[in-house]
C-alpha cells in the first residue's frame, strides 16, 4: 500500500516536472534539469502528497509544491555530485549531471533547479491564496538556505578538514540541516496549505528524517550499492565520524527503530488516514537493514 | 548627483546585507556570502531604491528588495567565476570566491546567496502585501532562471563550441538574459511594489540594459583592467562573437548612444523626478568610453 502511493506519487509529481519544465527548450541546460528531477524515489514529494490528504488539500494543487520540492531536492544532488564536493559519478542507478554533460551545465542546470523551486509555489497553481504561496516560499527559503540545507552541507565539509571527529550532537546538527530540513519541509506543506496547526507533523518528520540519516549511514556501511544507485562505504574511506561510527552498527540500528516509533506515535492525532506515513517511516529503515 | 545617489544606495544596501546575513554565523560559507555581496557598484540596488522613490514607496522597505537583488546578482557572478564556468580570478578588484576560498565554499555560498534573495523578498520587512511579496519572487525567479538569467548564460557556453559565430539577433537574446532580465527587474520593482504601470520603466531598462551590455563589450576592448576591476581581452581572445566584433567599435558605440536615447525618453513620464535614471543610462555608457 505505502509502495504504491509512493509510485503513485512519483509519476503524478513527475508529469507535473514534466509540465513545468516545457518552457525551458531543448539546450543541454534544461535536458540536465529534466533528468536530474527524474529517477528517483520521490520521498519528498510523496511526504506533500500525503500532508496535503491529511489536510483536505486538492492533490492537482498539492502536486506543484510537491514537484517544487523535488526540483529543489534535485539541485542540491547535482551540485553535492560535484568533482569539488563529494565527487560522485553515480547517482539513482545513473551518470550524474556533470558526468553525463559537464561542470558547467550542471552548475547552471542546480541553479536553475532552484530558481524553478520558487517559481512553482510563487505561482497560483499552488493555491489561490498568496498568503499560503508566500508561507510555503519563505518555509522552503529558510529550510534550504545556510541555516538549513547548505548550513548542513557547509559543516560536513568543515567536518573533513577538523581536527577532531563530530559528536553525536554536532552530527545530528549537521544531518537536520542536510536532510531534516527539506524532509520537514515536505512533510508539513499540507498544513501550510490548509493553514493548520504543523506541530503533529513537525514532530514526525524531526523523528523520521533522523531515522532516515541513520539509516542512510547504515546503508553506507552495509548495503548493496547497486540497488542503492550510488557508490557505497564513501564515509568510512574517508574516515568521517558517523551514527555508525558513534553508536556502533547494532546502536545505530536501535536508535532508527527507536526514532520511527517517536514518528509513527507523532501521527496519532490523524488516526489511520496517516498509515501511509508510518509506512513510509518504517520503509526508511527497512530498505537497507 | 547620479554618482552620490549610487554610493548612497550601495551603502544602504549593504548595510541591509549585513542585517540578513547576521543569522548565517562565521563559517567560510556565511563569510564568502558576506564577501561576494560587497565590494560592488551596486547598480541593481540603486535602480530598485530609484523606482521605488518614483512610486512613492519607502525606501526602508525598499532597500529589502534592493538588497535581494544584489544577492542574487552576486550568486551569479561567484557561479559564473568558477574555473568549469568563466574561470575568472579576479572580481570587483579582489580575488574571486574560489579562489580566496575555494571551490566548494564558492557553489554553496552562490546557492545560499540565491535562496536568501527569495527569503529576504518573501519576508514582511519588503511589503505588508503578501500579492506584493508574491509578485516580486515570481518576476525575480523568471528573470533570473532558465528563461532568464541562466538561459543566457547557457546560451553564451553553447556559442563557446559553436560552429558558427553568433548573429547580432542571437547576442541581443542572450544579452536580454544574462544581463538584462535583473536589470530590468530592478528597475520594475518600485512600481510592482506601488502596484502601479511597469511599462515606463520597462521600456527604459530594456534600453538601458541592452546599452550596459554593449559598453561591456566595448570595456572587454579598450578598457581598463585596474579600473574594471576584473580580466579584460577574454572575448577577443576567445574568438566570441561580440557586440564590437558584430557592429565594429564605432558602430557598437552609436548603438549604446541611441540606445542611452531611448532610455531616457522612456522615462518622460516620469519628468525630472527621473533624472538619476536618466544619469544611470548616461553612465553606463560613460564609464569607458
Known amino acids: ?73 534535485a539541485y542540491s544532488l547535482v551540485h553535492d555530485d560535484l568533482p569539488c564536493m563529494d565527487d560522485d559519478d553515480l547517482r539513482r542507478g545513473r551518470p550524474t549531471v556533470h558526468v553525463k554533460w559537464d561542470e558547467a551545465t550542471a552548475v547552471l542546470a542546480g541553479d536553475a533547479l532552484q530558481t524553478l523551486a520558487f517559481e512553482v509555489l510563487a505561482s497560483d497553481a499552488v493555491s489561490d491564496d498568496p498568503a499560503v504561496r508566500l508561507a510555503l516560499v519563505a518555509s522552503l527559503a529558510k529550510a534550504s538556505g ?63 528524517g533522523l531515522a532516515f540519516q541513520i539509516a542512510d549511514d547504515v546503508l553506507d556501511v552495509e548495503g548493496d550499492a547497486e540497488l542503492a544507485g550510488k557508490r557505497l562505504g564513501k564515509d568510512a574511506d574517508a574516515g568521517k565520524a558517523t551514527f555508525v561510527s558513534l553508536l556502533g552498527l547494532d546502536g545505530a540500528k536501535a536508535r532508527a527503530r527507536q526514532l520511527v516509533e517517536e514518528a509513527e506515535a507523532a501521527l496519532d492525532p490523524y488516526g489511520q488516514a496517516a498509515d501511509n506515513l508510518r509506512q513510509a517511516a518504517q520503509f526508511v529503515i527497512t530498505r537497507n537493514m
Not at 547548505?150 to 552530527?171: M, R, S, W
Open 146 to 208: 545556510a541555516q538549513g540545507m547548505v548550513l548542513g552541507q557547509a559543516l560536513d565539509i568543515a567536518a573533513e578538514t577538523a581536527d577532531t571527529p563530530l559528536t553525536l550532537d554536532q552530527i545530528t546538527h549537521l544531518q537536520d540541516g542536510k536532510t531534516g530540513a527539506l524532509i520537514r519541509w515536505s512533510t508539513e506543506a499540507g498544513a501550510v496549505m490548509a493553514r493548520e496547526d504543523v506541530t503533529p507533523l513537525r514532530n514526525y518528520a524531526r523523528a523520521m
Open 1 to 73: 500500500m505505502f509502495k504504491q502511493a509512493l509510485d503513485a506519487a512519483a509519476d503524478q509529481v513527475g508529469i507535473c516536472l514534466t509540465e513545468v519544465l516545457m518552457p525551458f527548450g531543448d539546450l543541454p541546460v534544461a535536458q540536465a534539469m529534466r533528468y536530474a528531477t527524474s529517477g528517483g524515489k520521490g520521498l519528498r514529494g510523496f511526504l506533500v502528497l500525503e500532508s496535503a490528504k491529511l489536510h483536505g488539500i486538492d492533490q492537482a494543487r498539492a502536486v506543484y509544491a510537491a514537484a517544487a520540492v523535488e526540483a529543489l531536492h
